[in-house]
């Protein structure tokens, strides 16, 4: 099983729907992250948890919310999805510290 | 100056040859790095960690210049399976959220 679970793996939707992303983790990690990744642009932070009552903005984090519900879970939800939205997004969490992140399998999601 | 910048690339190398990758970054607080293989669509995974002045990991060797503020990737005897983007990251302090956009990497027959 994979240390760092991403669900739904493929999602295609509409404009002005709202979506949820889920992100669980078996690591034992305090941190986690959501990422978006578009050719050319590379990966971009939207948010980032250090704990369960802990969320940030990251980078690009206009029409996005997250929810940390527990240690290993943290959402992140579109509430009104539009086509640049379109993209990879990956969760990631890490180890307290300098440590490196482990990323989820990603998230492909197309708002038409 | 960006915080962490990489030769977009594409370095198109034959099987066998050597290779380096260079990644620049402007914080000078920087504590740790880090470089990520990314194939295809799929997920970064961590190939190696660099804290001090280098790490080696068989054919992979990553350096550290604080002086000049970068750090490199050297994969020696290249084989096929190679042929990815390789992304740099950089830490500081309590955690790691810069990225560099990648460089890609073909090895040809």
């Known amino acids: 099983d994979a240390d760092v679970t991403q669900t739904p793996r493929n999602r295609i939707t509409k404009t002005g729907k709202r979506i949820m992303l889920e992100c669980s983790q078996t690591k034992g990690h305090d941190r986690m992250y959501w990422y978006r990744q578009d050719p050319g642009l590379g990966l971009r932070l939207i948010y980032y948890?250090?704990?369960?009552?802990?969320?940030n903005k990251g980078e690009i984090s206009d029409g996005y919310s997250v929810s940390r519900q527990a240690q290993a879970k943290f959402s992140l939800s579109l509430e009104s999805a539009i086509p640049n939205q379109t993209a990879l997004y990956f969760c990631?969490?890490?180890?307290?510290?300098?440590?490196?992140?482990?990323f989820g399998d990603g998230t492909r999601l197309s708002i038409l | 100056r960006k915080e962490v910048e990489q030769d977009p690339g594409p370095f198109n190398v034959p099987e066998g040859a050597t290779v380096a990758f260079n990644c620049t970054y402007s914080?000078?607080?920087?504590?740790?790095f880090f470089w990520y293989r990314q194939d295809c669509r799929k997920e970064p995974k961590l190939l190696m960690s660099?804290?001090?002045s280098g790490n080696e990991d068989g054919r992979f060797t990553a350096q550290l210049n604080r002086a000049s503020q970068y750090i490199s990737l050297l994969i020696r005897d290249s084989k096929l399976s190679d042929s990815a983007t390789y992304l740099c990251s950089r830490g500081a302090g309590s955690y790691q959220l810069t990225f560099g956009k990648g460089t890609k990497l073909s090895v040809i027959p």
């Open positions: 660099v804290y001090s």
């Open positions: 948890s250090f704990d369960v009552k802990d969320i």
């Open positions: 990631a969490t890490s180890g307290a510290g300098n440590q490196p992140q482990h």
């Open positions: 914080n000078s607080a920087s504590q740790s």
